[in-house]
């Protein structure tokens, strides 16, 4: 299984709402991330875990609240969003980040909405 | 700050053209290497990757590329393009020992039937 997978597809929310994005891999990687896409731009860095501990915020406002259960799952708790963080979402995870041979694989995204 | 330039921002070919699309880097030390294509629609894939060992690698769907120490650059190349290579390129560099994969701005290929 090479698969990550991100739930869900797609997700519309309002300003006030709280909601959550879900990221699973099963290859027994270490380190997992968090990345937001903007339309016909590269991915952003916004969150590292490593061994499941927070390793890297990459200065993200406090409306994103990463969390990682366990090693194989990864959410991103949203509240109080804004329109201009409408994006795809994209998660991706890597055997460590600190060796060689640490490709990362990416998931295919939660396009959010943002109203 | 380690920073990742590719040339060209959109390029226009007709299938059976070749490709090239360039790619540089600013960081002095051991990095590994990567392109990655992002379908439209669909989400990125890694095309191929350098970590060591012979400079020209090879990768899914006949692309190649080629690490010129030199030069920081990971040039990526096709002989002979085709419709469905019709994608979003992004070339991504990684220290070794950091967290983060550096992105380039990336290059939109349209391929014309």
């Known amino acids: 299984d090479t698969e990550v997978t991100q739930t869900p597809k797609h997700l519309v929310m309002g300003m006030t709402n709280k909601k959550s994005l879900k990221c699973e891999q099963h290859m027994g990687h270490r380190a997992m991330y968090w990345y937001k896409q903007k339309a016909k731009k590269p991915p952003e860095l916004m969150f590292v875990y490593s061994y499941e501990k927070l390793s890297i915020n990459e200065s993200v406002p406090s409306r994103f609240s990463p969390e990682c259960p366990n090693s194989s799952l990864l959410n991103l708790h949203l509240h109080a969003l804004q329109p201009e963080d409408s994006a795809l979402y994209l998660c991706?995870?890597?055997?460590?980040?600190?060796?060689?041979?640490?490709?990362?694989?990416f998931g295919p995204g939660t396009r959010l909405t943002v109203l | 700050a380690q920073s990742v330039s590719q040339h060209n921002h959109h390029v226009i070919l007709s299938e059976a053209a070749s490709l090239e699309l360039g790619c540089n880097y600013s960081y002095g030390g051991t990095v590994n290497l990567f392109w990655y294509v992002q379908y439209p629609g669909q989400h990125l894939q890694l095309l191929l990757k350098y970590f060591s060992g012979d400079p020209l690698v090879k990768g899914i769907k006949g692309f190649e590329a080629e690490f010129i120490k030199s030069k920081f650059s990971f040039n990526l190349r096709k002989p002979s393009v085709q419709w469905s290579d019709t994608a979003e390129y992004f070339c991504a560099v990684k220290p070794i020992g950091s967290e983060k994969l550096v992105f380039g701005k990336g290059t939109k290929l349209t391929v014309n039937p």
């Open positions: 991706a995870s890597s055997q460590d980040y600190s060796g060689r041979g640490d490709e990362q694989f």
